[in-house]
């Protein structure tokens, strides 16, 4: 796949299919860094698998988030394999087979960690989401910092997790808290975290979003 292409152009040739709906909800839980994973969900029953599409493009990356740069690269599916579609998040819109789009859906891919693949490189039969909203979202510190989980949105609480730039967690849901400054310039969201029970501010993480990308705690 290419980033930010002409928008809405398939350089394949091959015409933007027509899709239809599922709805229904999933989450996930892990933190990555690099190729190892940190720690993982408990055991719990197998996540719903909402719908399985097949790669269509010559090859598709599978991300540990819904991003090229941000998060590390797990693997790769070729043209006619199939991955397993949980749920979608919105991210870093990139070009592929199907034109250009910001959906990824998270695949099990039989792993607890979860994968991400471009809603542009496979065929899902729309071209709207097909699985439910992902309710925790993959976020990972801005290119080049290194930050904290906290115990309560603000700094001058416990630092319960530090977390190195390339790390991959899940944001559960957010509160508003300390104004801070930060790489993503200045606000008050922060983000409670999948591990530790602690608290990032926004700012320091990629979200794909200027605001809220989940639900309020």
């Not at 999933?26 to 933190?31: F, H, I, Y």
């Not at 690269?73 to 749920?87: A, H």
């Not at 997790?161 to 944001?171: K, V, W």
């Amino acid at each position: 796949m290419n980033v930010l292409s002409k928008a809405g152009q398939d350089r394949s040739g091959i015409s933007r299919r027509r899709r239809h709906r599922v709805f229904g909800l999933v989450a996930g839980l892990a933190l990555t860094v690099g190729m190892g994973a940190v720690a993982v969900a408990p055991a719990s029953a197998a996540p719903t698998v909402y719908k399985t599409a097949t790669v269509v493009a010559a090859s598709t990356q599978l991300m540990g988030g819904p991003h090229l740069s941000y998060f590390g690269k797990f693997g790769t599916k070729y043209k006619g394999q199939t991955v397993d579609l949980l749920c979608y998040q919105r991210g870093q819109s990139v070009s592929g087979a199907f034109g250009r789009s910001d959906i990824w859906y998270k695949t099990s891919l039989n792993n607890p960690n979860n994968y991400y693949v471009a809603d542009v490189d496979i065929e899902t039969g729309s071209n709207n989401p097909v699985a439910p909203e992902c309710s925790w979202k993959s976020v990972s510190p801005r290119g080049g910092v290194f930050t904290y989980a906290r115990s309560s949105p603000y700094l001058i609480s416990t630092a319960t997790l530090a977390i190195p730039s390339g790390s991959r967690l899940f944001a559960t849901c957010y509160v508003f808290g300390q104004t801070v400054s930060g790489w993503g310039g200045t606000n008050n969201i922060w983000y409670k975290v999948s591990l530790g029970s602690g608290y990032v501010a926004d700012v320091d993480l990629w979200t794909g979003s200027n605001g809220p990308v989940t639900k309020k705690c």
